[in-house]
T-cell receptor, first 115, second 117 residues
């Protein structure tokens, strides 16, 4: 079955440490997204990528970095510069919609906590 | 710019009663609208979408939504609530990327639906 796999499901970060969240999709989608979800805040866009080797900052990119070396993969690194990283992180993908936006398909998320 | 307002962070209904979740949008371009559902500790699942065809859109699990341009609304309804409908619901509107492409979504803050027995 096609889908999006996020790993790990739970992750703990120490102060001053960078951590990387994995996101892999086998839906052959061009576009991929990273969102952060906090209680009562909805989803906020961190980064997105419309094509391999290209990505754009979203609304809250500070303290995060991404890469898009392969179509299937869009890892997110939470750096030590992100002072409040505790949140639920969701990865999504969609076909690229030039005129009509396509629905986004979501992974099951990674919950990041600070030790 | 695009934005979404979901009225009511929590909505409580009795099992078997009508479900109504409200969504109002603001968009500088013709809107395309989506409703998603999220169960605890899971990702989001698409319920339905409006892409300028019929104004009444039917989705999965018995949900439907009506696009009303004059009211800038896209409210989600279900005639009879079931216990399994308890979840978080998100309304989203398309946003425009820096290259002008229509491949982003702006989400509302969500409405938590509570079903009382």
């Amino acid at each position: 079955d096609g889908g999006i796999t996020q790993s790990p499901k739970y992750l703990f970060r120490k102060e001053g440490q960078n951590v990387t969240l994995s996101c892999e999709q086998n839906l052959n989608h061009d576009a991929m997204y990273w969102y952060r979800q906090d209680p009562g805040q909805g989803l906020r866009l961190i980064y997105y990528s419309q094509i391999v080797n290209d990505f754009q900052k979203g609304d809250i990119a500070e303290g995060y970095s991404v890469s898009r070396e392969k179509k299937e993969s869009f890892p997110l690194t939470v750096t030590s510069a992100q002072k409040n990283p505790t949140a639920f992180y969701l990865c999504a993908s969609s076909p690229r919609g030039r005129v009509i936006p396509q629905p986004q398909h979501f992974g099951d998320g990674t919950r990041l906590s600070i030790l | 710019a695009q934005s979404v307002t979901q009225l009511g962070s929590h909505v409580s209904v009795s099992e078997g009663a009508l479900v109504l979740l409200r969504c109002n949008y603001s968009s500088s371009v013709p809107p395309y609208l989506f409703w998603y559902v999220q169960y605890p500790n899971q990702g989001l699942q698409l319920l339905l979408k409006y892409t300028s065809a019929a104004t009444l859109v039917k989705g999965i699990n018995g949900f439907e939504a009506e696009f009303k341009k004059s009211e800038t609304s896209f409210h989600l309804t279900k005639p009879s609530a079931h216990m399994s409908d308890a979840a978080e619901y998100f309304c989203a509107v398309r946003s425009i990327g820096p290259g002008g492409g229509a491949d982003g979504l702006t989400f509302g803050k969500g409405t938590h639906l509570i079903i009382q027995p």
